[in-house]
T-cell receptor, first 114, second 115 residues
């Protein structure tokens, strides 16, 4: 079956530090890959996505590249801000099937200190 | 900006009671979903709904669960006889088109506590 594995958290960084949150996946075929973010008290928001191998998704300074050879979709940001403190979820959608469901990773709590 | 809303934000109930969780999807969206997250665990898919019927459901979504779109705006999840293990955060989501190619927009969640 499909699965997503994220690096264990929580992650605590100082402002302007470099961020990497690892995500690897298991899926048949060529799924679409997503990063969702959840700010305190809010719902899950799509941060970025990639729908095919070697695509790079980017938004708000965050980037992730769809690597089929390593089945990975690691999230990176060059310089984090306090406002980036949130929970980050990696997810996949298997396009080949009915594709309704998103399969999520465990979520990684990020705290950025001033 | 349009958003998915959910009520209540927190529901406390006794084991064996029925609960109804309510969601108002984005108005022009056609596909609707429920997910849940047990504390400390992954967000899990429950069910998707399109054209007034269930299009996909997970193994979690057994006979105790049902979904309904009772009018043009609400989308509800009913749990007939709650168990302790139903305690979780329940997220509603919607998408404008087929889920394979369209973003799912999530609501803020309803925290269900079963005592």
């Amino acid at each position: 079956g499909n699965s997503v594995t994220q690096m264990e958290g929580p992650v605590t960084l100082s402002e302007e530090a470099f961020l990497t949150i690892n995500c690897t996946y298991t899926a048949t075929g060529y799924p679409s890959l997503f990063w969702y973010v959840q700010y305190p008290g809010e719902g899950l928001q799509l941060l970025l996505k990639a729908t095919k191998a070697d695509d790079k998704g980017s938004n708000k300074g965050f980037e992730a590249t769809y690597r089929k050879e390593t089945t990975s979709f690691h999230l990176e940001k060059g310089s984090v801000q306090v406002s980036d403190s949130a929970v980050y979820f990696c997810a996949l959608n298997p396009k080949e099937t009915s594709g309704s469901r998103l399969t999520f990773g465990e979520g990684t709590q990020l705290t950025v200190n001033p | 900006e349009p958003e998915v809303t959910q009520t209540p934000s927190h529901q406390v109930t006794q084991m064996g009671q029925e609960v109804i969780l309510r969601c108002v999807p984005i108005s022009n969206h056609l596909y609707f979903y429920w997910y849940r997250q047990i504390l400390g665990q992954k967000v899990e898919f429950l069910v998707s709904f399109y054209n007034n019927e269930i299009s996909e459901k997970s193994e979690i979504f057994d006979d105790q669960f049902s979904v309904e779109r009772p009018d043009g705006s609400n989308f509800t999840l009913k749990i007939r006889s709650t168990k302790l293990e139903d305690s979780a955060m329940y997220f509603c989501a919607s998408s404008v088109g087929a889920p394979s190619y369209n973003e799912q927009f999530f609501g803020p969640g309803t925290r269900l506590t079963v005592l």
